[in-house]
């Protein structure tokens, strides 16, 4: 019965591609109106972006000046267009697969602090909703993504709440109600940035269409310990995971129905002070020299995208959970994530996979958020994670709920107490008598065979290190 479901799944799906084959754009659209939202780099070219995966995509990111001028700057790397064309060609393309395109504005560094900038006076605000408006009818754009990192207090919070409302009141005047979406990023701990306090955020979720929890970069080369870069449950020393940010945010009023949670398909490399391999402690070793390592093949600095992690140059994984030589990868099972580790250098590697990245989906599914949101599609290899985020997601919403996939509530409780105990230094163990508790031989969150059969990989063009280094040396510049 089991294997004749899957049959007419198969068939579905055949049919469905198919029918995108022929119908044109028959769009990506989920259950309940699920929404599976990525991000999209403008200064990056992609060749034959999985869109299927998707519901909306937002391109980052435009550029505000203090006036409240927004803009595509600059060049994309490695080709002759600027990222003004890059823009206008990834809008036609995505619209083109049925996926709604929105425009992002903020970011790291000076693009947030222009941003802010703009947001705090009166004045500045109001020719930053005005140029929106303009900006959203000359790209064509459906909707626009407010990211701005970080609010600095409560000023600030309430310069985004006046932004934000002023922005939803101008495009149901412009577009009509209903027309255009609105989207924030939040925060991976529930207040709007590190010196806010925590403040009523239901009338930001009222002006919004959803909130997009930016749930990862919790650790890092700049941190004490390895650790993971997006753990689902807290590690000892520091609070901060995917559990407890979703579960803030609940708590903090945002509803389930516009929250959104971040998947990274990427991790942080670090440095370890000790050979990890040695001693069966866990994965928390004192980063005591904090370069940040890049990856082999995207040159990002501290960053390992999934395709860093499987192109044979660099070899740290020669299937999406076996490690090549010289690596170890060991699953951890109180934070739910895989890590990696290179003995000859000490190369400390958190990251995500299919198993923990389901782990999450399905956390975010038992909780009924409206979504995930991907940092970023172009981190991908071979569309592996994408197809993986489609196909569960399909899946579930098909009636086939991943057995054991995320222990429940009071065992996820009993993990966490475990993981809290004093003895820090032997979490591994203790991992492993929590694991066996609930269920040593559960399967970790996966499909197996018909998300593979189904997908059709093709390679993503990847950008250069040149590529990453000109976005960031763009950004520094501004
Ligand atoms: C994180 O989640 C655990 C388990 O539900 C809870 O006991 C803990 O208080 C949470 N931590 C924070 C900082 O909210
Ligand atoms: C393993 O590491 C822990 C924590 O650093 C340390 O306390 C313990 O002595 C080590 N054990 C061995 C056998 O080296
Ligand atoms: C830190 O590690 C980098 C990369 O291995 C190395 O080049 C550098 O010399 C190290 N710094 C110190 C202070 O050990
Ligand atoms: C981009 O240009 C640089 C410098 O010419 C080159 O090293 C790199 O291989 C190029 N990357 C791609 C993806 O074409
Ligand atoms: C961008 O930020 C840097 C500091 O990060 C600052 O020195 C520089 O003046 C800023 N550039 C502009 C154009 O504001």
Redesign the pocket.
């Given at each position: 019965m089991w294997r004749s479901a899957r049959h007419v799944r198969g068939l579905a799906m055949l049919l469905a591609a198919a029918c995108a084959l022929v119908c044109g754009a028959a769009g990506s659209t989920y259950k309940d109106g699920r929404v599976v939202f990525s991000y999209l780099p403008v200064q990056r070219t992609l060749s034959n972006p999985q869109w299927s995966s998707l519901t909306h995509a937002s391109i980052a990111f435009a550029y505000t000046s203090e006036a409240g001028e927004i803009s595509f700057i600059g060049n994309v790397?490695?080709s002759t267009a600027t990222s003004d064309q890059n823009a206008r060609a990834f809008i036609a393309d995505g619209q083109k697969n049925g996926v709604k395109m929105l425009g992002a504005v903020g970011g790291q560094g000076n693009f947030s602090n222009h941003l802010g900038a703009a947001m705090r006076s009166s004045s500045s605000r109001a020719a930053f909703v005005s140029n929106a408006v303009d900006f959203v009818k000359a790209y064509g754009l459906d909707g626009l993504d407010v990211d701005w990192e970080y609010p600095g207090d409560l000023d600030d919070a309430s310069a985004l709440l006046s932004t934000l409302q002023a922005l939803r009141a101008a495009f149901e005047s412009s577009f009509g109600k209903g027309k255009k979406q609105l989207t924030t990023t939040l925060y991976n701990h529930p207040y709007l940035g590190p010196e806010v306090p925590a403040v009523n955020y239901k009338p930001y979720a009222d002006a919004v269409d959803y909130g997009l929890v930016m749930s990862y970069d919790y650790f890092g080369s700049w941190a004490d310990y390895t650790a993971p870069n997006a753990p689902f449950l807290d590690v000892p020393f520091y609070p901060g995971s995917f559990r407890n940010t979703t579960d803030a945010w609940l708590d903090a009023g945002w509803p389930a129905s516009k929250l959104v949670a971040g998947l990274a398909f990427y991790g942080h490399s670090s440095l370890a002070s000790t050979n990890m391999m040695t001693n069966a402690t866990d994965q928390y070793v004192a980063i005591s020299n904090h370069t940040s390592i890049e990856g082999p093949v995207s040159g990002i600095a501290g960053t390992w995208t999934w395709r860093d992690l499987r192109e044979p140059k660099g070899g740290a994984l020669t299937d999406p959970s076996t490690a090549g030589p010289g690596w170890t990868r060991t699953w951890d099972s109180n934070t739910m994530t895989p890590w990696l580790f290179r003995a000859s250098d000490g190369l400390y590697i958190g990251y995500d996979d299919k198993d923990s990245l389901g782990i999450k989906m399905d956390y975010s599914l038992r909780k009924k958020l409206a979504g995930v949101m991907i940092w970023e599609m172009g981190y991908d290899y071979q569309n592996e994670l994408l197809s993986y985020v489609r196909d569960f997601i399909t899946q579930v919403d098909d009636g086939s709920e991943p057995s054991n996939c995320v222990p429940s509530d009071a065992e996820l409780d009993n993990i966490y107490d475990k993981s809290r105990d004093p003895n820090f230094f032997n979490r591994r163990a203790v991992a492993g008598a929590v694991r066996s508790a609930v269920d040593a031989s559960a399967p970790i969150c996966s499909f197996d065979g018909v998300h593979e059969a189904s997908a059709a990989p093709v390679p993503a063009?990847?950008?250069?290190?040149?590529?990453v280094a000109l976005g960031a040396a763009l950004l520094a510049a501004l």
């Open positions: 790397v490695n063009a990847w950008p250069s290190a040149a590529a």
